[in-house]
């Protein structure tokens, strides 16, 4: 299983950043792909996730308004759309696949984790 992201980087306040996730090595159709993040010190939080036909989104509050979350099947990849971003944003961003026969919220639990990317953004 594979969970590769990539478009992290550094940005001032105000500013924007798209993230990627390319996956392989699993039933991707099968798996909600979501964004989680964490500060070291901190809990990690659940920002955004997709449903597996790519119709349904799922925010955290953090998220709502400013991020997009976006799928596509066919290239197995995942997007994620930042814009006003705030020195808060800033986090290692991981991707994440849970099984939509766990039943899990996927902005809670998942079953796989990328390696994550570093978001920074300044004041």
């Known amino acids: 299983v594979q969970l590769v992201e990539s478009g992290g980087g550094s940005v001032q306040a105000g500013g924007s950043l798209s993230l990627s996730c390319a996956a392989s090595g699993f039933d991707f159709d099968d798996y909600l792909i979501g964004w989680f993040r964490q500060v070291p010190g901190k809990e990690r939080e659940g920002v955004a996730c997709?449903?597996?036909?790519?119709?349904?989104?799922y925010y955290e509050d953090l998220a709502k308004g400013r991020f997009t979350i976006a799928r596509d099947n066919r290239k197995r990849t995942v997007t994620l759309r930042m814009n006003s971003l705030n020195p808060d944003d800033t986090a290692v961003y991981y991707c994440t696949a849970t099984s939509k026969y766990a039943g899990w919220g996927c902005l809670q639990r998942y079953h796989y984790r990328g390696q994550g990317t570093q978001v920074t953004v300044s004041s």
């Open positions: 997709v449903s597996t036909g790519a119709d349904t989104t």
